[in-house]
């Protein structure tokens, strides 16, 4: 069994931020000159924050979900290799 965890390099994690702050300053951009009432403008800006908190919960959810699966096959495989090398030794 192998322990491998893939790291991200500097460059990925750079554009990632860059790319969620490009976004998050052009949608801000948008409400802003948007030719509507103030209160509109607050309810679409509520609306994207709630829509970003989403999708980091989801993101987070999907992942301990995807994690929890590879240690349980994990904890599945070392038994079996267990067994095995047991039944190997009779």
């Known amino acids: 069994m192998s322990n491998e965890t893939t790291q991200h390099s500097g460059a990925w994690v750079t554009f990632t931020y860059a790319s969620f702050a490009g976004a ?3 949608v801000a951009l948008g409400i802003l000159f948007m030719p509507v009432d103030i209160w509109l403008k607050g309810y679409f800006a509520m609306g994207v924050v709630m829509l970003v908190q989403s999708c980091v919960t989801l993101t987070k ?3 301990d979900v995807h994690e929890a699966k590879r240690m349980v096959n994990r904890i599945e495989d070392a038994r079996t290799e267990r067994l095995l090398m047991s039944v190997g030794k009779d």
């Open 24 to 26: 998050t300053a052009m």
């Open 61 to 63: 959810t999907v992942r």
